[in-house]
């Protein structure tokens, strides 16, 4: 069956003929968005498997939807899809059945400006050809028998969705690794203007999300009229070829995550160098989008290679167009607190010594500029990029206070998604960041309240500004990922 012609089931997000996929910017107003909840297979994580699976501890399953990822699925409703929330938050609660929020029940909201990844694997997986692939294909990476083949093509397209992702059968018995980490949907690809860069994972736990995001992508119908802006970073074809230590090298390994990749300006694409993101695959992506003529700059961030870090997202993000969060250690305050404390000269060497950043422009490859610290580049976004006018503005991790500029930090406090220019979510737990934001002249809100503020007409998202929005996080915190991971940005407005 083509691609074209395949049904769209109850469930789909159906796209509408004046909607499109397009982001220039980390600030413009969020119109249309990829999410993921978390799903049965988050309830399947181990000890003894959890650093395997990539999670970083155990988390409470129904805690973590009831009383926290439900709260950020309303508020982006109300701010992308509001019709499908408002005047029910009051049913809505963590005391209702939650069918609302379940994707394969026949109450769940159905929006098409915020959709679940489960939704649209099962939509595919109504196309016969492409269920007998993607079952073939995914058996073949987790090395079922035959007999595991066979039996998942009994299922309908709803339940053998579900099956995929959490690994586990409806009785729960267990197939094969979950995917805890498929709640991070910025990690599976990114919007670069109106191209969609399909991501390479470093991990082999992250192996099979790879290849539903693949499938979703270049098989659904929402993505139909994009599949010539499709973008797939090339493999090292001579890779196989080198020894097993050399191949693994970060000079030859081609993998790469979202949360390395911030469409920043409308011409202009930073790349990070990290934990999950080798150099080899930011030169392959700064080719691959100047061939294209999709960009006009490109920006590589190398940061240290630490679990702390991850990705450059969990070190700074854009809340405003002149306002940006980030960690302190590795931006210039960094380096005057070293200055003024001589006793860190018997210290371990310093993290910000392996920032490195160095900027591309489209025809003058070879001829970079190096950029000596962070604040210089976010100004230089800003100002050049953007069109600030005011003065850049730095908020800072913990509020650059010892010690909780890294422990917020790794609670992700430099993890935000703005829901427009100067209105961002992040985590309740990180309170001496919004003691920040506050000396930033930022109103600081609990989602809650917010939400009752908006069905009160106290408020609403189209007047709302300089806001940070607290989730409860005492469960998603857990996973090592905030709002800005848990995102796939679709379509903004231009700013």
Known sequence: MAVAALKITANAAQPQPDQHINVSS??????????????????????????????????????????????????LLYFLDPDKVRGKIADLGPDSDRSFFKPDHADYFKSDKVIDLQCLLSDILADETIRIRLIAAICGIERTS??????????????????????????????FAP????????????????????????????????????????????????????????DNEHAFLLPDADANRDVTRSTLEGGDV????????????????????????????????????????????????????????????????????????????KKRDVIHFFAPKDVSEDLKIMQFSRG???????????????????????????????????????????????????????????????YDRNEKTADAFRKAGFEVIGAAKLLARFEQNESSPETIENTFIMLPSAELSRARGGSHCMSLPLLRDEI
């Open 26 to 75: 980390e600030i413009g107003t969020l119109r249309r968005m990829l999410i993921h909840s978390p799903d049965r297979g988050l309830g399947k994580v181990v000890p003894s498997k959890a650093q395997d699976w990539l999670f970083e501890d155990i988390v409470h399953l129904d805690m973590m939807r009831r009383d926290e990822y439900d709260y950020y699925v309303k508020i």
């Open 146 to 175: 035959f007999r595991t083949q066979q039996q998942l093509s009994q299922y309908e397209p709803i339940e053998l969705a579900k099956i995929m992702i959490s690994g586990s059968l409806p009785d729960l018995t267990m197939l």
């Open 179 to 234: 995917l805890p980490n498929f709640i991070f949907t910025r990690d599976i690809g990114i919007v670069i203007n109106d191209h969609i860069l399909l991501n390479k994972p470093a991990k082999l736990a992250r192996t099979r999300e790879a290849l539903l995001a693949q499938y979703i992508f270049f098989n659904h119908p929402l993505f139909t009229d994009y599949q010539e802006k499709i973008l797939e970073i090339p």
């Open 262 to 337: 911030m469409m920043i300006g409308k011409r202009h694409l930073i790349i990070g160098v990290s934990e999950r993101t080798t150099l080899y695959a930011a030169q392959q992506v700064m080719r691959l989008v100047f061939s294209k003529n999709v960009v006009e700059k490109v920006t590589i961030l190398q940061i240290p290679k630490k679990r702390d870090y991850m990705h450059i997202d969990t070190v700074f993000t854009q809340v405003k167009r002149n306002v940006w969060v980030l960690l302190g250690s590795l931006a210039r305050t960094g380096d005057e607190a």
């Open 364 to 426: 003058l490859e070879h001829k970079p500029i190096e950029i000596e610290n962070l604040e210089d580049l976010l100004i230089d976004i800003s100002k050049n990029d953007l069109g600030a006018t005011e003065s850049v503005q730095f908020i800072y991790s913990g509020n650059n206070e010892f010690p909780f500029g890294a422990r917020e930090q790794w609670t992700d406090s430099c993890n935000l998604l703005a829901l427009k220019d100067g209105v961002v979510v992040g």
